[in-house]
């Protein structure tokens, strides 16, 4: 069974960095993608970035393109997500998710792991 797990998360200052690290194992497949997402209290899921397995292309919110950085390690065992100059619109809930298309809409994702809280404030 596909198995995600995200971590990293914290509390940072505006204009800080964050590592997110999601943890992938159990694929059946290797024509997969890999996306982050997040979601803050009173709002929509939202996608953030993602990465395919098959090139390693990316994809990104038009909302984090310049500061976020989507990768992954040799592997395939963990995808990073590099987050510099936070804002304070940035805090939320952290999500990393699997699906097939290099998609960062959250229909396109059957597999979810839990969510890591990131807070950006002074």
């Known amino acids: 069974d596909v198995q995600l797990q995200a971590s990293g998360g914290g509390l940072v200052q505006p204009g800080g960095s964050l590592r997110l690290s999601c943890a992938a194992s159990?694929?059946?497949?290797?024509?997969?993608?890999i996306g982050w997402f997040r979601q803050a209290p009173g709002k929509q899921r939202e996608g953030v970035a993602c990465?395919?397995?098959?090139?390693?292309?990316?994809l990104y919110a038009d909302s984090v393109k310049g500061r976020f950085t989507i990768s992954s390690d040799n592997a395939w065992n963990t995808v990073y997500l590099q987050m510099n100059d936070l804002k304070p619109e940035d805090a939320a809930v952290y999500f990393c998710?699997?699906?097939?298309?290099?998609?960062?809409?959250?229909?396109?994702?059957?597999?979810w792991g839990q969510g890591t809280q990131v807070t950006v404030s002074s």
């Open positions: 159990g694929f059946a497949f290797d024509d997969y993608t």
């Open positions: 990465i395919s397995r098959v090139d390693s292309s990316t």
């Open positions: 998710a699997a699906g097939v298309a290099l998609k960062v809409t959250a229909a396109s994702y059957a597999y």
